[in-house]
């Protein structure tokens, strides 16, 4: 899980830091932006509520997505089990992660790379 690009940011922010601890989708939005290459690739940034000791606003970018699902109603989106699970093994082409909340299947999706932004205290 150490290739998710600038995880130090959340190292250093929390200890025993834990994708499960994610409890809420603030804000999220699609965008189309450019690789390293130029190239177009899709972009789904997520800003995630982070509920420990303290509560923290994380915002992550999902670089390269595959096929992905958000379902959403009310004011924000809860999330019980989120994980983001390696697959780089798995041999899907150009895909490297799976990212889902298990219990409520309000999220799932497929990328190639993933960014921490920034986290900052809520």
Not at 10 to 25: E, L, M, R, T
Not at 54 to 76: H, M, T
Request: proline share 0%; aromatic share 16%; charged share 30%.
């Amino acid at each position: 899980m150490n290739k998710i690009l600038n995880f130090y940011l959340v190292q250093n922010a929390i200890s025993n830091f834990g994708w499960h601890k994610c409890s809420f989708i603030n804000e999220f939005r699609f965008f189309i932006g450019r690789n390293e290459y130029f190239d177009e690739i899709s972009i789904l940034e997520i800003v995630f509520q982070y509920s420990a000791h303290e509560d923290y606003l994380i915002k992550v970018q999902f670089k390269e997505l595959g096929n992905y699902e958000l379902r959403a109603g009310g004011s924000r989106i809860q999330l019980i089990s989120f994980e983001i699970e390696d697959i780089r093994d798995h041999g899907l082409n150009e895909i490297n992660y799976r990212i889902k909340d298990y219990e409520r299947d309000e999220i799932q999706l497929y990328c190639k790379e993933i960014e921490i932004i920034s986290i900052d205290n809520c």
